[in-house]
């Protein structure tokens, strides 16, 4: 008679690697880990085709001089962007550190955005395809896919549109628009998004210009069926915090890091 097999004993889930967001033992460790990864996904941006032109940007809130944000350059391309090549302006849309000018777009919009919300760390705005799309059409994103439940009922539509952005006004009404959530449909212009740190910040974008191409492309083919009302809050409960949307986004900085 043949011995029984063993089976492997499982190992204990304390032993098991599960990453979760640093905690820096000085400010110069956290801007340094803030730089990298803003350079990080601006690459990431270049590479999903986000990058269109001179338009698009993220900023990231230095640690230390809170009113001041770290940018990728006026015109600098978005792939092999480095940390080294980032500027730091401050809250009158000077630059303090670096030798490039900062899109004014991107200042009056991001500026407003990071005064309105000192929980908010970044701020992510480009012109991408889908977003572009859905924002032409003035609508939000509906909850038809698990994912697209994350944004149930935590964006909004700023529904006007007067030209490029390049007054403090302007920045202040969307700004007071975004209120207390993570993304804004632009209309007429694109999507922007926040999150307690760029991670979070770059994977709400991800998601809301994923969750737009779904829409569009199921609504092309029929009547999308909604998720009702208290399984769409549940699902966004489960999966619409800073924390989830950093989980998410560890596979796609494991992959762009290796680019540095």
């Known amino acids: 008679m043949s011995e029984p097999i063993s089976v492997p004993a499982p190992v204990p889930v304390d032993q098991l690697h599960f990453a979760m ?5 000085s400010v110069a460790d956290e801007r340094a880990h803030r730089k990298e990864r803003l350079a990080g996904a601006l690459r990431l941006f270049g590479e999903y085709g986000y990058e269109d032109g001179v338009s698009g940007h993220i900023t990231a809130r230095d640690p230390e001089f809170t009113d001041c944000f770290w940018v990728n350059p006026f015109g600098a391309p978005f792939d ?3 940390p080294d090549e980032l500027i ?5 849309g000077q630059v303090v550190e670096g030798r490039h000018h900062v899109n004014q777009a991107a200042f009056a919009v991001h ?4 005064r309105a919300r000192p929980d908010v760390v970044a701020v992510a705005h480009t012109h991408s395809v889908h977003g572009r799309a859905l924002s032409a059409l003035g609508e939000l994103i509906e909850p038809i896919t698990q994912d697209s ?12 549109y007067t030209g490029v952005v390049v007054d403090e ?3 202040r009404r969307i700004a007071a628009a975004l209120g207390g ?8 212009h694109g999507l922007l998004t926040v999150g307690d740190s760029v991670d979070a910040a770059a994977w709400w974008f991800i998601a809301l210009e994923r969750s737009c191409q779904v829409q569009l492309a199921a609504r092309a083919a029929g009547k999308p069926v909604l998720i009702e009302h208290r ?10 915090s800073d924390l989830v949307a950093w989980i998410n986004y560890q596979p796609l900085w494991r992959r762009i890091s290796r680019t540095f």
């Open 88 to 92: 730091l302006v401050n809250g009158e």
């Open 111 to 114: 500026a407003q955005v990071h």
């Open 149 to 160: 439940c994350a944004f149930y009922e935590d964006h909004v539509l700023y529904d006007a």
């Open 231 to 240: 399984d769409a809050v549940a699902t966004r409960d489960q999966l619409g």
């Open 21 to 25: 967001p640093p905690v820096h033992e």
């Open 169 to 171: 006004d302007e920045g």
């Open 181 to 188: 959530h993570k993304a804004i449909v632009l209309r007429n």
């Open 80 to 82: 092999g962007l480095t």
